[in-house]
T-cell receptor, first 112, second 115 residues
Framework: GNSVTQMEGPVTLSEEAFLTINCTYT??????LFWYVQYPGEGLQLLLK?????DKGSNKGFEATYRKETTSFHLEKGSVQVSDSAVYFC???????????FGTGTSLTVIP | EPEVTQTPSHQVTQMGQEVILRCVPI?????FYWYRQILGQKVEFLVS????????KSEIFDDQFSVERPDGSNFTLKIRSTKLEDSAMYFC?????????????FGPGTRLTVL
């Protein structure tokens, strides 16, 4: 089947710290992988995506590389800011369909 | 930037009552979805909708649930007789196309509380 497992939260970091949120997946075929972010009171917003193995998605200083050999799509940022405080969701969708499979979300709080 | 909107933001209802959750997808999008997230659990797919019919649904989407696009802009999720376990955050989403690489745009969610 298809599923996503992501790191349990909550995560609390100091400003300018390095961030990693782990995400691994199980999928049939060749899925596309996504990171969504949800700021307080808002909807899920696409942060970045990668559609094939070894692709790197990047946006707003965040990066994630699609690793087929380890079935992973870990989210990283070199220096977090207070404004990055949000819930981060890893997700996949199959190449032949449009249903998204999400992880449980990881809450990140960045303190000054 | 166009966005998906949902109303209400919070709905409280008594067990056994019917609720209708409303969504306005992005205007040129053709595919519409509902997801839910029970507190502390994964965001789960419920249903996808295209061309006025359901194109895919999960095992969660049983006879208690229905979806409708009553006019050119709204997309609704009806729960016929709510149960305590229906308490969750419900997200609506839309896409232009159906391919797996297309980005889904999500609304802010409706928090449903069943008492």
């Amino acid at each position: 089947g298809n599923s996503v497992t992501q790191m349990e939260g909550p995560v609390t970091l100091s400003e300018e710290a390095f961030l990693t949120i782990n995400c691994t997946y199980t999928a049939t075929g060749y899925p596309s992988l996504f990171w969504y972010v949800q700021y307080p009171g808002e909807g899920l917003q696409l942060l970045l995506k990668a559609t094939k193995a070894d692709d790197k998605g990047s946006n707003k200083g965040f990066e994630a590389t699609y690793r087929k050999e380890t079935t992973s799509f870990h989210l990283e940022k070199g220096s977090v800011q207070v404004s990055d405080s949000a819930v981060y969701f890893c997700a996949l969708t199959r190449s032949t369909g449009n249903q998204f499979y999400f992880g449980t979300g990881t809450s990140l709080t960045v303190i000054p | 930037e166009p966005e998906v909107t949902q109303t209400p933001s919070h709905q409280v209802t008594q067990m056994g009552q019917e609720v209708i959750l409303r969504c306005v997808p992005i205007s040129n999008h053709l595919y519409f979805y509902w997801y839910r997230q029970i507190l502390g659990q994964k965001v789960e797919f419920l249903v996808s909708f295209y061309n006025n019919e359901i194109s895919e649904k999960s095992e969660i989407f049983d006879d208690q649930f229905s979806v409708e696009r009553p006019d050119g802009s709204n997309f609704t999720l009806k729960i016929r007789s709510t149960k305590l376990e229906d308490s969750a955050m419900y997200f609506c989403a839309s896409t232009r196309a159906s391919v797996g690489t297309d980005t889904q745009y999500f609304g802010p969610g409706t928090r449903l509380t069943v008492l």
